[in-house]
């Protein structure tokens, strides 16, 4: 099957049928996936990714060369097959980081107050070790990585290529981590509480961090130094801190209390265009379009009933219609064979390996050193190592600015989905003898035994609250 077969008219609607059939393509074949890796007790998120990844060249195009053309690399009238190629890909592409400027912005959402009732010592301690420790190792890792490919520069360990390994090697998931917790129904309880404000502590430091290498990365780019895009950073972050935050959460209290809790079709074309503007200052300054969203939620995430009615709104588009782009668009651009051609299968082993052990091992560590049990304190080092989709975020944004080489973004792509699949099972493991033994097994996901009265239950006012402290974006 050829592509011109499919797509033989030579006008504009050439392209709107092209994208339109890859995002069908793209829907169908990620909710099939999910439903899939559900039934094997790993999120929705793992399928969708794996979609992604069967549709690019790592499986199909490798396979079935001619469909994968036909679908993704369509002949376009009066362009070269790489110019029609390229120009179909960043259509999609923009698609897919639409999409991430409103997951960033839901995420932003979610980091706020709530998972610090217990105070702040337990969780900083736990997020400032596993990030300090997997960046100086990364850093190492990624030279190495960065010199085979003949990637550094005059940097050293500052080159691009560098600086992103070493992200990845410390980013949590937040997303990810509070679906599987919701998943397991171990929400209410302390450890997760705990394990969620440690990983709302890491997304926003490694936000910030990425935000300053991206600024790094661009400096030449933007016509600016470094000095002075760590200053325009400041200043951004100081606006929606001292100006964003008060005055727009002073506005959308008023539009709230108005709406009784509803925000009307003006007030939300306000929100969705200081969404964009400030996607596009951030993007602007040599940030990145995708921390001006992040920060935006941050600085609104304390008005009452704001992040509920937000995910009311954009869960389900986000969800169910751009993160399967999004994934595809990364599978799309994601060659593991590539990968294997750079760095032999025993070395990107030892690099997943050291990934894993990197961030495990300090957080494990730190939580012991707070006062949990070595048995919590392992499940603890487990769910930080969540990489899930922010991994993948990560690896995307090294890609978009050209810091990371095709091999290198396969091989933190595959980082990000091997630490994910690994967080369930590893969990089930180890929450034996743990507050969260007695409501595993009443959910099925643990073998059903006879628990004694003492072992830790959660009770109906107990579950009810759970319920309603469940992120926004989150809930079901």
């Known amino acids: 099957m050829g592509g011109a077969a499919l797509f033989a008219v030579g006008d504009g609607e050439v392209l709107v049928r092209a994208v339109l059939l890859q995002i069908v393509v793209i829907l169908v074949a990620a909710r099939a996936a999910a439903v899939v890796v559900r039934r094997l007790g790993q999120p929705a998120v793992v399928g969708e990714f794996l979609a992604g990844l069967a549709l690019g060249p790592s499986l199909l195009g490798r396979w079935q060369p001619e469909l994968f053309a036909a679908l993704f690399r369509p002949p376009l009238a009066g362009m070269t097959p790489e110019q029609s190629a390229l120009l179909v890909e960043q259509v999609l592409g923009f698609t897919a980081h639409l999409g991430l400027i409103f997951l960033l912005f839901l995420v932003g959402l979610e980091v706020d107050g709530r998972y610090f009732r217990r105070g702040w010592g337990q969780p900083v301690a736990i997020a400032g070790v596993g990030l300090l420790l997997p960046l100086l190792v990364g850093l190492p890792v990624g030279y190495g990585l960065a010199w085979e490919e003949g990637a550094i520069g005059e940097e050293g360990l500052l080159s691009p290529a560098v600086l992103f390994v070493a992200a990845a090697f410390a980013i949590t998931a937040l997303p990810v981590l509070a679906r599987i917790l919701i998943d397991l129904g171990v929400l209410g309880t302390h450890l997760a509480r705990l394990a969620l404000a440690s990983a709302a502590i890491t997304d926003g430091a490694m936000w910030c961090l990425l935000a300053g290498i991206t600024a790094w990365v661009n400096r030449r780019e933007v016509g600016m130094g470094f000095g ?7 200043t951004f972050v100081l606006v929606m801190a001292f100006v964003i935050r ?44 995708w921390f001006g969203a992040f920060a935006l939620g941050v600085a609104l995430a304390g008005v009452p009933g704001f992040p509920a009615e937000a995910a009311a709104r954009l869960r389900t588009l986000t969800q169910g219609f751009f993160l399967p782009i999004f994934f595809a668009y990364a599978g799309l651009r994601t060659d593991v ?50 990489r899930g989709l922010m991994g993948l975020v990560v690896a995307s944004m090294g890609r978009d600015v050209g810091a990371l080489s095709p091999g290198l973004f396969a091989l933190l792509v595959l980082m990000a989905e091997i630490m994910t699949l690994l967080t369930t099972p590893l969990v089930l493991l180890l929450a034996r003898g743990t507050e969260w033994e007695a409501p595993l097994r009443t959910s099925g996901w643990l073998r059903p035994q006879s628990v004694p009265a003492a072992a830790t239950s959660v009770s109906a006012s107990e579950a009810i609250t759970s319920v309603s402290e469940v992120p926004p974006m989150m809930k079901k």
Not at 229 to 234: G, T, Y
Not at 252 to 272: F, H, I, K, M, N
Not at 363 to 370: I, K, P
């Open 246 to 289: 008060p005055w727009g959460g002073k506005y959308l209290r008023r539009a709230l209390q108005r709406g009784e809790g509803r925000l009307s079709l003006p007030v939300w074309t306000v929100l969705l265009l200081l969404l964009l503007l400030s996607a596009y200052t951030a993007s602007g300054m040599g940030i990145h379009a």
């Open 228 to 234: 002075q895009s760590l200053l325009f950073l400041a």
């Open 337 to 386: 064979f590539v990968m294997l051609d750079v760095w032999s299968g025993p070395v990107c082993l030892g690099v997943l390996a050291a990934a894993a052990l990197v961030k495990w091992v300090p957080c494990t560590l730190a939580a012991r050193w707070q006062g949990l049990s070595w048995r919590e304190a392992a499940l603890m080092g487990s769910l930080m190592n969540t």
